[in-house]
C-alpha cells in the first residue's frame, strides 16, 4: 500500500511539474513577444480597408491585420508569415526564407 501511495504522490509532483513548465514557456514567450510561425489562411481585397487573415502553426491562433487593397494584391493565401505573440507584429514573406512582401508595423518590405 505505501507503494502506491508514493507511487500516486510521485504522479502528481510530475504532473505538477509540466504544468508549470508548460506555464513558463509560455510567458516566456509572451514576454519575449516570440515570434512563430503562421500562414496566410485568408484575403479580403474587395474593398478599404482590406485584410489578410492568418493562422499560427504552434498554438492555432487566428487572427487579421488591414492593409491596402494594393498590399492586399501582392500577399497571396499561403504565404509564410512570422506572427509575434505580444505585439501581433505580422510579417508575411513569399514563402519560408523567402523575400519580405508585408511587414506590419512598416508596411510593404
Not at 68 to 97: A, D, K, M, P, W
Request: charged share 15%; glycine share 10%.
Amino acid at each position: 500500500m505505501a507503494f502506491l501511495g508514493g507511487l500516486i504522490g510521485k504522479l502528481i509532483g510530475l504532473a505538477v511539474l509540466l504544468i508549470v513548465g508548460v506555464l513558463a514557456v509560455g510567458v516566456w514567450a509572451y514576454a519575449s513577444d516570440y515570434a512563430v510561425e503562421a500562414t496566410v489562411t485568408k484575403k479580403e481585397c474587395t474593398s478599404a480597408p482590406a485584410q489578410i487573415f492568418v493562422k499560427t502553426k504552434l498554438f492555432g491562433i487566428e487572427d487579421s491585420t488591414e492593409v491596402t487593397v494594393q498590399q492586399c494584391q501582392i500577399i497571396q493565401v499561403g504565404n509564410f508569415v512570422e506572427y509575434h505573440l505580444r505585439t501581433q507584429r505580422t510579417t508575411i514573406f513569399q514563402s519560408e526564407g523567402g523575400e519580405c512582401v508585408y511587414d506590419s508595423s512598416t508596411g510593404l518590405c
